[in-house]
């Protein structure tokens, strides 16, 4: 699933899939921006209690288990 968003500094890219029991997402934040990225917990995937981190700008890869 691809999602972005355009905003004044540039995109915000969202790019995940499931892998068998592992979720693979990708995230692009542009320069002078950052983003809250909102994980979902390990547990069974999307849905459950997870963890809210503020990243600058960059790529960032996320396994989730």
């Given at each position: 699933m691809k999602a972005s968003y355009t905003t004044p500094y540039g995109d915000v890219v969202s790019n995940w899939k499931r892998d068998g029991g592992v979720i693979r997402w990708d995230v692009r934040v542009p320069c002078n921006a950052e983003a809250e990225?909102?994980?979902?917990?390990?547990?069974g995937g999307?849905?459950?209690?997870?963890?809210?981190?503020?990243?600058?700008?960059?790529?960032?890869?996320?396994?989730?288990?």
């Open positions: 990225v909102c994980l979902p917990s390990g547990e999307v849905g459950g209690p997870g963890k809210v981190v503020t990243v600058g700008s960059g790529n960032y890869h996320y396994e989730i288990k």
